[in-house]
């Protein structure tokens, strides 16, 4: 759009005012052609934010043309003699059109508004004088609007910031420009052999721009140091930081290319790149290798230009990134070799200065690197940690010196039932206090009152509740950290030994349980006995027959317990999924061995609904072992329920399976305890405050019982509201292809 615009601006002034491009006067135009193109070949090089701009006497020039050409040759020469130096200097052919483009939208306004208002042949007079103000005025103006917006668009930043940070600059350029231009006019009208002493402003003028071209470079590398600074600060992920800090120190130092190439002890390094294609990893190149046989064993940044760049770059800047003693990498900037030479110096130079300036900088970086290394090592410590913890099947926490929790991994929440979220922050003896199994109680202080410097150890075992009313055993080993003869902190490993209590207790439980069975008829028995023994001949019939019939139904009771005790035997030392010997499989129909099981709960009033269908339900199964599993489900339902409460025992179809259930309305089972309640022995009374009788062996027969008939036992409940048990069979219709069609029932 620029080169458009300066094409119509160029054909406008030409149109306008086309003029004679000799005019009769072939040397002089040949002269002010020479001079505009001398004008932009010796401009004064300005590093601005990382580019590279001009200062020039071509404004100068183009005043001269203005005032001495009429406008159509002015602008033609202006623009021939800008685009005869582009050539020289052999600069990109977009970059020479964008500027032709730039230059004619801008002079095109200025030339037309000069010859329509300055006195017609007198270029010094006042009114041309003052119509070369307004002229000059407008070309400052337009060009650096144009300028300023390029800069904002490749910089991402506001027009506004960079018209203000350039007006300065610009200004004293185009009012130094004018006046020697001026200088020049006057002396080419009034005493053209005096007209060397022009260079006497412009010696000043040069002495001005690189001043202000000084002046502007510091503001700009103050300023990228800054941005530099600011973004080495923001973060330690250098993820986060390359992309944006190695771009702006290219800029900083005026390279068009450089690398960070980190310590990594391989034959050919890997780092951060930033050339032409932007940002990117990757490994170091040929030409890389050779600037890092410059630097050597260099502790500090050594420079490479001319002849002594190394192969492959115009010139180089390497420094080694050093922190602590620790060697962490090399940074680069450099220039690549050009295949075609310029007659200028082309892009910028290094310079001592610049050397000076990238060691602080390199000692930045290196910090960065080391402290960006060490925070990458903490972080994969950190997640090890955190892994160990997670997977840790024992309880591990922090204590701090005051007994709070720091610390609380997942296998206390599993073990508690407390999320860390709500125990970190609180006191040792919020969770972890209660009674050891002396029954004393035990707190954070009592456990550590005798431990100190020298002995940093100690351990309780303690009993708590889960928040969900489970009794928990947990032993608690304590290590400790001191300063002085204060302890700072506190790790505690937490095993859970309930498990171990609760066999421990089982195996009490079981004998006096047993026992208590086992007393239970044989007293009687052993009464009945002696009373026979001592008045059977004086005894009636019917008093010796009732006597009799108690004791064969205690000697039955004393039978099954034996027989529980003996099957429970046999099939704990069977093979998991062998036949279970004994059983007599038989087809039957589960709805009338339901209502045969049921009887003995039907015979008087009672609180047992029955909810079966009309239809058969033929399975295969042992009759005695199917009435003794259904006989287990019921009497446990009618124990653990209230005398008032409802039991219902249902039996339905579900696809090609038959189901029998038993559901109560009882005290329920906490949700940890619904596997195993299967277990052996196990009971979920607490057996010092036990209400109901029983081994313990009933669900734990009933299951095998069920999975060695080709069925499953399942459980569901909830606390307070009543338990569910149903027993599951293979429908005999469809046993012989149940694998084909039906699930088999899913394993506890």
């Not at 609007?145 to 350039?166: C, F, H, K």
């Not at 970190?424 to 954070?444: F, H, I, M």
């Not at 010997?581 to 009672?606: H, I, K, N, S, Y």
């Not at 609180?607 to 259904?630: F, I, K, N, S």
């Amino acid at each position: 759009m620029v080169v458009v615009a300066g094409s119509a601006a160029t054909g406008a002034v030409v149109a306008v005012e086309p003029g004679r491009l000799g005019g009769g006067e072939p040397g002089k135009v040949a002269v002010l052609l020479a001079l505009t193109t001398v004008s932009e070949l010796g401009g004064l090089r300005l590093r601005h934010r990382g580019a590279l701009e001009s200062l020039s006497l071509y404004e100068s020039m183009l005043v001269a043309n203005t005032a001495l050409l009429p406008a159509g040759p002015a602008m033609l020469v202006s623009l021939a003699g800008l685009l005869l130096a582009q050539a020289l200097l052999r600069r990109a052919p977009v970059k020479v059109l964008f500027n032709a483009g730039m230059y004619g939208a801008a002079l095109g306004p200025a030339v037309l508004l000069y010859h329509a208002t300055a006195a017609a042949g007198a270029p010094l007079a006042p009114r041309s004088v003052v119509a070369m103000a307004f002229a000059v005025a407008v070309f400052a103006l337009l060009n650096l609007l144009l300028i300023s917006q390029l800069i904002a668009t490749v910089e991402e930043r506001s027009a506004g910031e960079v018209v203000s940070e350039s007006s300065k600059t610009s200004t004293l350029t185009f009012l130094g420009n004018a006046s020697v231009g001026l200088i020049g006019v006057t002396l080419w009208l009034r005493a053209p052999v005096v007209l060397p002493a022009v260079l006497l402003p412009v010696a000043t003028l040069y002495l001005a721009y690189r001043s202000a071209a000084r002046e502007t470079e510091e503001r700009d590398r103050f300023q990228n140091l800054y941005e530099i600074g600011q973004s080495l600060a923001s973060s330690l992920d250098l993820d986060d930081v390359l992309p944006v800090v190695l771009p702006r120190i290219a800029r900083l130092f005026g390279a068009a290319e450089a690398r960070l190439l980190f310590a990594s002890g391989v034959s050919r390094p890997f780092g951060a790149i930033q050339d032409a294609e932007g940002f990117r990893y990757g490994p170091a190149s040929d030409a890389d290798l050779e600037a890092l046989r410059l630097l050597g064993d260099s502790m500090h940044p050594v420079l490479g230009i001319r002849d002594d760049a190394p192969a492959g770059w115009r010139e180089v800047l390497a420094a080694p990134l050093v922190a602590q003693g620790r060697h962490h990498g090399v940074i680069l900037l450099g220039n690549r070799e050009e295949r075609r030479p310029r007659l200028s110096r082309g892009s910028t130079r290094f310079t001592s200065r610049d050397r000076q300036l990238l060691s602080p900088l390199a000692s930045g970086l290196a910090v960065s690197i080391s402290n960006a290394t060490r925070l990458a090592q903490i972080k994969e410590e950190k997640s090890k940690l955190e892994q160990i913890l997670g997977h840790s099947s024992d309880g591990i926490l922090l204590l701090d010196g005051k007994g709070r929790v720091r610390l609380w991994n997942q296998a206390m929440e599993r073990i508690t039932g407390v999320p860390a979220e709500e125990a970190v922050g609180l006191a040792y003896n919020e969770w972890l206090a209660g009674p050891d199994p002396g029954g004393n109680q035990v707190t954070l202080e009592s456990v550590l009152a005798e431990t100190g410097p020298d002995s940093p150890r100690a351990s309780a075992e303690v009993r708590i509740h889960t928040s969900e009313g489970l009794e928990r055993w947990l032993r608690c080993n304590h290590s400790l950290l001191f300063d002085g003869d204060a302890w700072t902190t506190d790790v505690v490993i937490v095993h859970d030994v309930t498990a171990i209590r609760q066999t421990e207790r089982l195996k009490a439980d079981f004998v006096a349980t047993v026992s208590h069975e086992l007393r239970t008829p044989i007293t009687p028995i052993k009464g009945y006995v002696e009373l026979l023994r001592i008045k059977g001949d004086k005894l009636a019939p019917e008093k010796r027959q009732e006597i009799l019939r108690v004791m064969a139904e205690r000697a039955e009771h004393m039978a099954r317990l034996i027989e529980d005790l003996l099957l429970a035997s046999r099939i704990s030392s069977g093979r998991p999924g062998s036949t279970m010997p004994g059983l007599q499989m038989e087809r039957l129909d589960l709805v009338r061995a339901a209502r045969t099981a049921a009887a003995d709960w039907l015979r008087e009033p009672t609180r047992l609904t029955l909810e079966l269908p009309d239809e058969p339900l033929e399975v295969d199964a042992d009759p005695m072992r199917l009435g003794q599993v259904l006989a287990n489900l019921l009497s446990n339902a009618h124990k653990y329920s209230p005398a008032d409460e409802l039991v219902v025992f249902r039996v339905e179809q579900d696809g090609g399976w038959a189901r029998a259930s038993v559901i109560d309305h009882g005290r329920g089972i906490p949700r940890e305890e619904l596997e195993r309640i299967f277990d052996k022995f196990h009971r979920v009374d607490d057996p010092m405050t036990m209400t109901t009788g029983g081994t313990g062996l009933g669900l734990y027969i009933a299951r095998e019982l069920a999975r060695a008939m080709g069925g499953e036992i399942e459980a569901s409940s909830v606390l307070h509201q009543g338990s569910t048990f149903t027993l599951r069979l293979p429908l005999a219709a469809a046993a012989e292809t149940a694998a084909d069609h039906w699930p088999a029932p899913a394993s506890a």
